[in-house]
């Protein structure tokens, strides 16, 4: 596995690292040893799918508050997506930056996000499905979120929604 560090701290993008042979190639998409040798979060608990039918969906901006804030490895298995992360950690220097990582089934890129960070994604391809793997439970009482289109953080979508949940668009204006 090769990780490519981001601008954002402590969130990684992941690269199989392929044998090939004849039949095709081998990769490790998880490796518990390696995670932990980078300090990274390793424990996995919850693995969910999303798949969406139409190009332009986008879900998002999510996250989950302390105690059950979530780190969550992010790979697209069908299809291709714009994956969006927003640092929302107090106090860090990345504080209200995103990026932006293409995710799909030809790539088989994953991306590493820590908690303490925002998700979000719009689809560049229908019947795109994406595959997350999570290190806490899913707490509804803890979850939270950030519109897509706050003017705080300034994303840079690649067009228009066609699909979006009334709940992504109805989050209030970001505030620190």
Same mark, same amino acid.
């Given at each position: 596995?090769?990780? !490519?560090?981001? &601008? ?5 993008? !992941?690269?199989?690292?392929? !044998? ?13 040893? $390696?995670?932990?040798?980078?300090? *990274? #979060?390793?424990?996995?608990?919850? =693995? ?9 969906? *986008? ?9 059950? %804030? &979530?780190?969550? +490895?992010?790979? =697209?298995? #069908? ?10 950690? *107090?106090?860090?220097?990345? +504080? ?10 030809? #790539? ?6 820590? /908690? ?12 795109? $499905? ?10 509804? @009482? ?6 897509? #289109?706050?003017? %705080? ?5 690649? /067009?228009?929604?066609?699909? !979006?949940?009334?709940? @992504? &668009? ?7």
């Amino acid at each position: 596995m090769l990780f !490519i560090e981001t &601008q954002l701290k402590g969130a990684y993008i !992941i690269d199989p690292e392929r !044998i090939e042979d004849e039949r095709g190639f081998f990769a490790r998409t998880w490796d518990r040893y $390696e995670f932990e040798a980078r300090g *990274l #979060n390793s424990s996995l608990v919850q =693995c969910n799918i999303s798949y969406n039918a139409r190009r332009g969906t *986008l879900r998002g901006m999510h996250y989950q508050i302390a105690p059950h %804030a &979530q780190t969550k +490895l992010v790979r =697209c298995t #069908n299809g291709a997506i714009y994956d969006v992360i927003i640092d929302l950690r *107090l106090g860090s220097p990345t +504080l209200r930056q995103w990026l932006a990582v293409e995710l799909s089934a030809h #790539n088989r890129r994953t991306l590493y996000i820590p /908690e303490g960070f925002a998700h979000g994604f719009q689809t560049l391809a229908d019947h795109s $499905e994406v595959f997350y793997q999570m290190a806490e439970f899913y707490a509804p @009482d803890y979850a939270r979120g950030v519109r897509w #289109n706050d003017p %705080a953080f300034g994303i840079v979508w690649p /067009e228009a929604p066609q699909v !979006i949940a009334a709940r @992504d &668009q109805a989050y209030p204006d970001f505030g620190v």
